[in-house]
């Protein structure tokens, strides 16, 4: 498909400072999970059997639909920062709400997961993971771990986004200064490469 | 001007095309994680995770139109966290 690169020199829309900031911050996050993936891991090693009857326990279907999210919403905004490029600010207007929606479309499913576990009876401290072995009280513990820190990382995602959208709408940003905006789509985007890999982990590979 | 930046991002079509080839590859990483259990191709999902980080970095996050600069850095933090792998995994492995 043929398409058109849009290029910028003026000061202040790719702020070099302020982005380079953004992705030192994003190195600390991402420094953040990898350290629990590398605890993961170790643990995996450790008890590859408990781990895998603990991964085929978890519901796959939901976690594939919410992947199926996560990348759209990334598509979404995406699309926002060329539409507030090219000036077209209804455009980045609606992909904002559409990323904000799928944000809680994913929260939303993402509960429904939970809840599902809960009712089994799977969660910390419950009385019924006692019954089940040390690699599977070690996943679960893990996975309560890693995908609630993501799921609050996706909602100050939201909330950063939301912020974004009122200043898209009262034209703080605008297509003459949005640095801010994409700054906060790297953030959103950083949030959807740590989900890929607790998908991964979590319920295909384990 | 101390701030000028020459940056460049790509349109709504390449978007369109690399979103539609994410999805595709979270059914085909789906698909080998039910299938796929024996040696190697048990790590193929991971694979496919690295292809799809690739591009949405590449393209989503812009790194393929950025700075020389900020690949330079994401490169450097990414090389950082493969050699703690290698050292974790030279310690797991050899307990």
Redesign the interface.
């Known amino acids: ?17 302020s ?2 900031g953004m ?1 030192l911050f994003l ?1 600390t996050e ?2 953040l999970f ?1 350290v629990l993936f ?1 605890v993961f ?2 643990y995996r ?2 008890y590859p059997e408990g781990f895998h009857h603990a991964s085929i326990r978890l519901n ?1 279907v939901i976690a ?1 639909a919410n ?2 999210i996560l ?2 919403s ?2 979404a ?3 926002s ?2 539409a507030i ?1 090219k000036g077209h600010k209804r455009v980045t207007i609606w992909a904002l709400i559409v990323t904000i929606a799928l944000g809680v479309l994913f929260l939303v499913m993402k509960g429904f997961e939970w809840r599902e576990k809960i009712e089994h009876g799977i969660y910390p401290t419950a009385k019924g993971l006692s019954g089940l072995g040390e690699g599977e009280n070690l996943f679960y513990g893990l996975y309560y771990l890693m995908t609630g820190l993501h799921a609050l990382h996706v909602i100050g995602g939201i909330v950063l986004l939301f912020v974004m959208l009122c200043f898209v709408g009262n034209g703080r940003v605008s297509r003459g200064s949005y640095g801010a905006l ?1 700054n906060s ?2 953030y959103w ?1 950083l949030v ?2 740590i989900w ?2 607790l ?3 979590f ?3 384990s | ?1 101390a ?17 539609g080839t ?2 595709v590859l ?1 059914i085909a ?2 698909a ?3 299938l796929l259990n024996e040696g190697l191709w ?2 193929f ?2 694979f ?2 690295l292809v ?2 690739v591009l ?2 590449s ?4 790194l393929k ?1 950025e ?1 020389g600069f ?1 690949r330079v ?2 490169f450097v ?1 990414l090389g950082v ?1 493969l050699i ?2 290698l050292f ?1 995994y030279t310690d ?2 050899y307990r």
């Open positions: 498909m043929r398409d058109t690169i849009l290029e910028d020199t003026e000061a202040g829309n790719g702020d070099t400072t982005k380079f992705w190195f991402l420094f990898v590398f891991l170790s090693a450790s796959g594939t992947t199926f990348l759209t990334s598509f905004v995406a699309i920062i060329v490029r994409e789509a790297l985007h959807d490469i890929i890999y998908f991964s982990f319920y295909l590979v | 001007m701030n000028e930046t020459h940056n460049k991002t790509p349109g709504y079509g390449t978007f369109l095309v690399v979103w994410v999805l979270t990483a789906a080998s994680g039910r048990k790590s999902p991971l496919i995770a799809k980080t949405i970095a393209f989503f996050m812009n139109y700075r900020f850095m994401v933090v966290i703690l792998g974790l797991v492995g």
